[in-house]
């Protein structure tokens, strides 16, 4: 029985076949209907391809758009072909030709036969239009493609500048707008980014500046946090508002070689390793130097005193300066770069603080007066409002206090304050703020530090040698700049320094060729170093240092 049961089974057909193997009906119709469909793809395919090479064969100006250069029938690449930056066309002529390598911020399709782009360069804007027809015969299908291209991609345009009907405002050239005769892509952005250039446009949100997420603010639109901003620096970096801050940040350096080069100062490059952790010990970089150690220099203090001692009787150096303290603030950084400057004194130490004075006078004068200064300043302020509003006093002279005057300053406007002790950071802003109301300036010096509160090397007030001949600079309230006299006398810095606390040893290793700088005899002198990143803070107004810093260093953050 089981075996007639089991060759009944095999007997039977198989589903999809019918009597004796053949296809079923049902198998039948169904290969009938794929191949139907497949035979309808076909002839679609080919009827796109066709399509596709007839738009082709028709396309009037496919040799003015695509990849560049490798677009059909492209013109080839000319070394003497002209370029213009967009910086360049706040002042141009009707009909003018010009051809601009750009990125492309966005793109607004508006029909089939019209795309508008907006072209970035730096902090810089315009409005590019590609339209069907002209007299190129630009065709439907460069439009299509214009409006396609990618968000940041690099592109090579070509047309005619024209003014258009009514100026344009979402771009900083208003008055004029670029025809495009011709279009290629230098370099493809990705499509998709991790954050949009022009969400980085808009303030960040201030209440977490921390925070890694993209918020969304009052309108509904995209926030971009400090912290996301800086994961994504390359991108962030592109926006007209960060282009412009560090350009003023060239500009605040270029300044200061200028009033150096005026004054005849000699540029030094010192080191910024060191055998020891010198000036004090306290907060200074560790790393391997082959099979010993060495630091990272917090500052070029010792190596501008002994360049003085060599005779030089000015010099001044731009560099980083490392700090090792664990600092989360908004004005606090573990490297920051440095203005410094030492010079000889010849009758009195006012000499070199009256010439900081006027260096820093200059500096933000010249950042308030010069057009290119003060465009880039606007810039700024669309996005951090108040960027160009810094007050300075009437005339060529400081706003200048003693620490007495300004502690008695802080103690008639009810801030408790002591003339012994350095002031915190809450009493220099409250300073910041009296300052401002009462002598209109946010820009003032601070002079005569209790000495308790200055590094050993501070020449101590002969007359008082509790207060010392030392100064600080302060902008919107905040330290931009802290110097002073140094001790120039063999003796009297050894002493200065066996009594520091903790004690310092001046004959150790770490210390004995810049204590011998002054055995050998030392000019009287004294000098400063600046807080670049702070100045271009304070100067905008910016919420944090880290908006003024192109890749900024603090105890959370080594990259980018």
């Not at 892509?185 to 925070?211: F, G, H, T, Y």
């Not at 501008?304 to 731009?318: G, L, P, S, W, Y």
């Not at 944090?544 to 192109?550: C, G, H, P």
Request: aromatic share 8%.
């Amino acid at each position: 029985m089981a075996s007639s049961s089991g060759q009944d089974l095999a007997s039977r057909p198989r589903e999809g076949q019918g009597e004796g193997g053949a296809p079923s009906k049902n198998a039948l119709k169904k290969a009938q209907k794929d191949k139907e469909k497949a035979e309808k793809a076909a002839r679609r395919e080919e009827l796109e391809r066709q399509q596709k090479a007839q738009a082709e064969a028709n396309d009037t100006s496919k040799h003015l758009y695509g990849a560049f250069p490798s677009a059909p029938d492209s013109p080839p690449i000319r070394p003497e072909q002209q370029f213009t930056e967009l910086a360049q066309l706040y002042d141009a002529k009707e009909d003018q030709e010009v051809t601009v390598d750009a990125r492309v911020h966005n793109a607004r399709v508006a029909s089939a036969k019209l795309v508008f782009l907006v072209l970035r360069e730096e902090a810089h804007t315009i409005q590019a239009v590609i339209a069907e027809g002209g007299a190129n015969k630009i065709s439907r299908q460069m439009v299509k493609w214009s409006g396609g291209i990618n968000s940041e991609s690099i592109v090579r345009a070509t047309g005619l500048v024209k003014q258009p009907k009514e100026p344009v405002t979402s771009t900083s050239i208003s008055d004029f707008e670029l025809h495009v005769e011709s279009i290629y892509i230098i370099s493809e952005a990705a499509q998709m980014l991790p954050v949009q250039v022009k969400d980085c446009m808009r303030a960040p949100p201030m209440n977490d500046e921390l925070k890694e997420e993209i918020e969304t603010d009052a309108q509904g639109l995209p926030s971009v946090s400090l912290a996301a901003r800086l994961n994504n620096r390359i991108l962030d970096g592109r926006t007209p508002a960060n282009q412009a801050i560090f350009q003023l940040q060239g500009g605040i350096s270029n300044l200061f070689i200028e009033f150096m080069n005026q004054n005849k100062f000699t540029w030094i490059n010192s080191s910024r390793l060191a055998g020891a952790a010198t000036e004090g010990g306290a907060g200074v970089f560790e790393i391997k130097y082959f099979d010993t150690k060495a630091y990272l220099t917090q500052s070029p203090q010792f190596f501008k005193q002994m360049a003085i001692a060599m005779d030089m009787k000015r010099v001044c150096e731009i560099g980083p300066v490392f700090r090792a303290e664990n600092s989360n603030t908004h004005r606090h950084l573990t490297e920051f770069t440095g203005l410094d400057f030492e010079m000889v004194i010849k009758n009195d130490y006012h000499e070199v603080m009256s010439f900081a004075e006027k260096l820093m006078l200059y500096i933000i004068r010249n950042l308030q007066e010069r057009p290119e200064y003060k465009r880039l300043t606007k810039v700024v302020d669309q996005v951090f409002p108040g960027a160009g509003d810094f007050k300075l006093p009437s005339g060529d002279e400081a706003q200048r206090f003693t620490f007495a005057e300004a502690v008695k300053l802080l103690s008639e406007n009810g801030v408790e304050a002591s003339e012994d002790e350095d002031l915190s950071t809450p009493q220099e802003k409250a300073l910041g703020r009296i300052v401002s109301e009462k002598y209109n300036t946010d820009f003032y010096t601070i002079d005569k530090y209790p000495s308790s509160v200055r590094p050993f090397y501070t020449m101590p007030d002969p007359s008082n040698p509790k207060v010392s001949n030392s100064y600080d600079f302060f902008m919107r309230g905040q330290e931009i700049m802290s110097g002073a006299q140094r001790i120039h006398d063999y003796n009297q810095l050894c002493d200065r320094m066996r009594k520091s606390d903790p004690p310092l040893d001046p004959l150790s290793e770490g210390f004995r060729h810049y204590t011998d700088a002054f055995k050998y005899g030392c000019a009287p002198h004294g000098g400063g170093g600046l807080g670049l990143n702070r100045i271009l803070q304070f100067y905008l107004g910016l919420p944090d240092i880290r908006f003024a810093t192109l890749f900024p260093r603090d105890p959370g953050r080594l990259a980018p």
